[in-house]
């Protein structure tokens, strides 16, 4: 069956631009998560959604950072006034149900690079 | 101090041989663990998950000392394809948010 899909695959923006990343989880899938890394580094959380609540947002490095998932499927990650600092690959996972022992599926990420 | 620290690598191997990775953790709640193998601009994969009694799969073997915080990968024959960046994974509880450390990089060669 289909996995977690992402895209764009690529994005380039100029700083100050407002980028969307979309993650499209595995059907049926309650759990979506969004997680961002850097380059050398393992990826770090950001959000967490379970069906269409948010119910963590910790992770958000600033409030230029927003997600939402309103149907409890496909979620957007938005970025205002991106900075060069916020260069990274965006990954979103998703698994099954809420349990801590329910294995995550990855997307392939965005890459995104801030000029 | 990182919630998950791991040896920063890279390891350079011999196909055919033995390499050990080793991780610590701070969270002494966390409830998993697992080691998840990343390829170069690849997503991240689970490899296995890491039990107190340890438990091997083929030729990986991953162990958890609780006392410690203290997490280990094995890797018995190294494979030309076992070359990757491999990442040490916690669950601090709750509900299934991960906390990965920042990977070692195995390089395997001929």
């Known amino acids: 069956g289909a996995g977690v899909s992402q895209s764009p695959r690529y994005k380039v923006a100029k700083r100050g631009q407002d980028v969307a990343l979309r993650c499209d989880p595995i059907s049926g899938h309650v759990s979506l998560f969004w997680y961002q890394q850097a380059l050398g580094q393992g990826p770090e959380f950001l959000t967490y959604f379970q069906n269409e609540a948010q119910l963590d947002k910790s992770g958000l490095p600033s409030d230029r950072f927003f997600a939402e998932r309103p149907e409890g499927s496909v979620s957007t990650l938005k970025i205002q006034r991106t900075q060069q600092e916020d260069s990274a690959v965006y990954l979103c996972?998703?698994?099954?149900?809420?349990?801590?022992?329910?294995?995550?599926?990855f997307g392939p990420g965005t890459r995104l690079l801030v000029l | 101090r990182k919630e998950v620290e791991q040896d920063p690598g890279p390891f350079n191997v011999p196909e055919g041989a033995t390499v050990a990775f080793n991780c610590t953790y701070s969270?002494?709640?966390?409830?998993?663990f697992f080691w998840y193998r990343q390829d170069c601009r690849k997503e991240p994969k689970l490899l296995m998950s890491?039990?107190?009694s340890g438990n091997e799969d083929g030729r990986f073997t991953a162990q958890l000392n609780r006392a410690s915080q203290y997490i280990s990968l094995l890797i018995r024959d190294s494979k030309l394809s076992d070359s990757a960046t491999y990442l040490c994974v916690v669950n601090p509880g709750g509900y299934n948010k991960l906390i990965f450390g920042a990977g070692t990089r195995l390089a395997v060669h001929p």
């Open positions: 969270n002494s709640a966390s409830q998993s």
């Open positions: 890491v039990y107190s």
């Open positions: 996972a998703s698994s099954s149900s809420r349990g801590y022992e329910e294995t995550q599926y």
